[in-house]
């Protein structure tokens, strides 16, 4: 206290404004660096499942299955898009996290695109069989296969319009009241012909009552300088 040359009530304020000033400070530390470490472990996680699905599309192409390995790397290249598109935009605001809400939705895209590999396997599998069998199908199993191999295709093709719905309104995911406060009303073309249209109809009242006043005064009210009947001669 002497040192300082203050009193010990002044002394204890101090010490509790440095206090939590430095607990405030390696709050916001902490805070920011986990928010760091799980942006990197929930990076390398994706880089390691997307490693994973290309790979079982190596392996689809490997064994002669060459559309079905190229629709598994359409899945997995616009899976990344979205978490890269996600990411980068938690990037700009790492204070507020990912909320759970979007959190969720990257979760269901992994479940839906290791669900189509899945599905692209037992395509593969079913082809084989239908074309390659190792014993004599009869006709029932044959059509069983078949039918099979039907419902897991139109399965596939609607997870790839879920997949491009979820690309497509990704933003309002995200942030359901984006655009909203902005919203831009104008149209450009419609408001300039209303314009046009104005001008031109007021322009055109102020001819018409311009002639109008041209003619009275040129000729008298017309509807006092009617032709009178002729008169009876006597």
Do not use: C
């Not at 206090?19 to 929930?42: D, F, M, P, Q």
């Amino acid at each position: 206290f002497t040192f300082l040359d203050i009193g010990p009530a002044i002394f204890g304020g101090l010490l509790l404004a440095v206090t939590g000033g430095i607990a405030w400070y390696w709050k916001t530390h902490n805070e920011n660096l986990e928010a760091k470490l799980l942006r990197k472990l929930i990076d390398e996680s994706n880089q390691a499942q997307d490693q994973h699905l290309v790979e079982r599309a190596r392996n689809l192409a490997g064994e002669g299955h060459h559309n079905y390995a190229s629709t598994l790397g359409s899945f997995v290249e616009r899976k990344k898009q979205v978490e890269e598109a996600i990411h980068a935009e938690f990037r700009k605001r790492p204070e507020s996290g990912v909320p759970d809400s979007v959190q969720e939705i990257e979760k269901l895209i992994d479940t839906l695109v290791f669900g189509v590999a899945d599905q692209l396997d037992r395509l593969g599998e079913i082809d084989l069989k239908l074309h390659k069998p190792k014993f004599p199908l009869s006709d029932s199993q044959r059509e069983h296969l078949s039918a099979a191999r039907s419902d897991i295709s139109d399965r596939v093709h609607e997870a790839w319009e879920t997949l491009e719905d979820t690309w497509e309104n990704l933003g309002s995911l995200i942030d359901p009241t984006i655009g909203l406060a902005a919203e831009d009303s104008s149209h450009a073309t419609l408001d300039q012909a209303i314009v046009r249209l104005r001008h031109e109809q007021e322009l055109a009242g102020r001819v018409q009552e311009r002639m109008a006043n041209e003619w009275a005064d040129a000729f008298g009210d017309p509807l006092l300088n009617r032709d009178e009947p002729p008169l009876e001669s006597e």
